[in-house]
């Protein structure tokens, strides 16, 4: 079971961290991932981090601003979103899938947090 946090409201600019805890021993053996969906729009990749922490990879739109780190140890990967645009408004949802590779496609993972809303306006 995955539970995301840390949604809210943000300036342009600005930045807001994500969190999503994860239940069970088997955690740390999961890739993780960051979607977000925005009204009307398909739901589209994020971030992904690998189920050591030590690969990481980013959508284009958001390289360079976001960062994708997980805490084993608590069962939480974290989304560090700065100098947010309004065009990064949507529900972000975490993920998990058991394959080893780059997974950006929603069909590629096989456990969903619930989501959690960020809206960036002034």
């Known amino acids: 079971q995955l539970q995301a946090s840390g949604g809210g409201l943000a300036q342009p600019g600005g930045s807001l961290r994500l969190s999503c805890a994860g239940s069970g021993r088997t955690f740390s053996s999961y890739g993780m991932g960051w979607f977000r969906q925005a009204p009307g729009k398909e739901r589209e990749f994020v971030a992904l981090?690998?189920?050591?922490?030590?690969?990481?990879y980013y959508a284009d739109s958001v390289k360079g601003r976001f960062t994708i780190s997980r805490d084993n140890a608590k069962n939480t990967v974290y989304l560090q979103m700065n100098s947010l645009k309004p065009e990064d408004t949507a529900v972000y949802y975490c993920?998990?899938?058991?394959?080893?590779?780059?997974?950006?496609?929603?069909?590629?993972?096989?456990?969903w947090g619930q989501g959690t809303q960020v809206t960036v306006s002034s």
């Open positions: 981090i690998s189920w050591s922490g030590g690969s990481t």
């Open positions: 993920a998990a899938t058991s394959l080893t590779g780059w997974a950006t496609k929603a069909y590629e993972y096989n456990y």
